[in-house]
């Protein structure tokens, strides 16, 4: 709070608090004015002219010792003129109070009594200028598209010309409600602030007001912060302390909204609990609410255009190499091909089957591999613009994993990677076969390149109503940290330069899984290999084919769960 003198933004409101209280300690009278500055009833009795339950407090924040108390001083015979203290009062709660106190002098002389006048303070201005402060958070906010770097200094404009301390709370995509910046008139009460928050972030499902906010995007008050309501959100010992010690607040919340969806909250804290925040206060923070939550919308689709644009660069950098690499083995074998074509035929002899043959064969594999390519970027095409369709029809995944497996075989071999199948019964469901297919070769080659040459298990089951399929390898696996982006376009938990591919094969994956009403997710540790998981819908099938074609239950052979 502020120091002991009136400071000239702050007003005396006209509510006067009389105490007169005899030099024995017998309260003489203590009005409803003086009740409602102190937060007490009025007392019968004080000791050594302190009132019961309140601390007068320096402009630090310390207590003022007993004896300096304005009512102490005066019964000691001092004429104390008028000053600004805090009072800490017994609901913890502080109030500015510009105090005087007057001995009263008995027919002897002696001091019989002291006069205690009393007045609460505003410490705001009297007329507040809601279009130079919103011209201020304009000229900040445009300032910077760097969000996070202007909603600090955005607070200081509310503390403390509105309230004793402000938050700026915000959801992520996630729906985790964090703290982004929060300041408090008082620099020790601040550091709490930042402490309890930290430790303690919002949980907007428990009562006072956050909650309201984010769930029916309306302005949300709570008058005081009260033991009662410390108790009733307190999550332990120590969160409840931190809240004791950052002390009581009203708090005005409003929604920090935009384009219709509720980004956050924007909360004013204010401990002068006589002050209630006012209609002008309430329209000027939900303006402010408003133009942050603009700016912030603004700098999010910076950010995602600027990534998009990134993603646009390596993406075209990746394609050109991925359609480079097999079209220069392609381009010398036809050329190759073509010379000795050429050469043969002018001396007159017949072209060797084997060598064109051998040619050809080179040519099949680079083309297949071109057109995988350009389906790939077909399909993220059909994705993006939502006209993936599915033809459903009534499929084995057993047989499915089966023949894909048997179409790998070959490649397995070159690189020493032996392929283990488990699928004891058929698994039958409504799926696209071509989908299906694509999935299961996804997950499979993808075992395979980062497999590193060990073991490479497929297993097929059915629980129920859903068909699962994991694909086990023992390669180079992947780190925490990567695997919720895997999924993702042009995402790939290594570099590109060992590695080759466009970084689509799991995004398209994911969409197709998702199209059958599916999940798919990856279990890993670096080092230790790599455990991706498929479940799908069976679809409308027959009661007696669940029944008579059901595994018994998981099995030791199969993949982990």
Known sequence: MEGNELDLSARVMDAEGLALVEHSGRVLAFNTHACAHFGIPAPATVEHGRLPGCEWLRSDGTPLPPDEAPLA????????????????????????????????????????????????????????????????????LGASVDAEAQLGPLLKLLVPALGD???????????????????????????????????????????????????????????????????????????????????P?????????????????????????????????????????????????NARLLREAREAVRQRDEFLGIASHELKTPLTPLSLKVQLLQKQVTVLAREGKPVPTERVSETLDVVQR?????????????????????????????????????????????????????????????????????????VVTNLLSNALKYGAGHPVALAVEAHGTTARLTVTDHGIG??????????????????????????????????????????????????????FILELPRGDIPEEWLTAHAAPGPSSESGPD
């Open 73 to 140: 001083r005066a019964l000691a015979g001092e004429q104390v003129d008028a000053a600004v203290w805090t009072v800490l009062r017994p609901d913890g709660t502080r109030l500015r109070l510009q105090a005087t106190a007057a001995p009263v002098k008995g027919g002897e002389g002696q001091v019989a009594a002291a006069l205690l006048r009393t007045y609460a303070v505003e410490s705001r201005p009297t007329v507040l200028d809601t279009s130079r402060l919103l011209a201020e958070a304009g000229a900040l």
């Open 165 to 247: 301390g402000a938050l700026l709370v915000l959801r992520s995509p996630g729906k985790d409600v964090s703290v982004v910046a929060s300041l408090h008139v008082d620099a020790g009460r601040d550091v709490l602030l930042r402490e309890l928050l930290e430790r303690y972030p919002p949980d907007p499902t428990l009562p006072g007001g956050l909650s309201h906010v984010f769930v029916t995007g309306a302005v949300a008050r709570l008058c005081v912060m009260s033991e009662e309501h410390v108790t009733t959100i307190a999550r332990d010992v120590e969160h409840a302390r931190l809240m004791r010690e950052v002390g």
């Open 249 to 297: 607040h009203g708090c005005l919340s409003v929604p920090v909204g935009a384009r219709g969806n509720v980004l956050g909250a924007l909360m004013l804290l204010r401990s002068n609990v006589l002050h209630a925040f006012d209609a002008e206060e309430e329209r000027f923070l939900a303006e402010l609410a408003h133009r942050t939550a603009l700016y912030l919308e």
């Open 366 to 438: 680079q083309v297949r591999r071109l057109s995988r390519l350009v389906d790939n970027l077909l399909d993220v095409s059909r994705i993006s613009a939502g006209r993936l369709r599915l033809e459903v029809e009534e499929l084995d995944l057993a047989s499915v994993a089966a023949e894909i497996l048997y179409r790998f075989s070959p490649a397995a071999q070159q690189q020493g990677t032996e392929l283990e199948l488990h699928a004891p019964v058929p698994v039958v469901g409504r799926w696209d076969r071509l989908r299906l297919e694509q």
């Open 478 to 531: 992947i780190a925490p940290e990567d695997l919720a982006r895997i999924f993702e376009r042009f995402e790939r938990a290594v570099s590109d330069r060992h590695y080759g591919g466009l970084g689509l094969g799991l995004y398209i994956t994911r969409q197709i899984v998702e199209a059958f009403g599916g999940t798919v997710q990856a279990q890993s540790e670096p080092g230790q290999g790599s455990t």
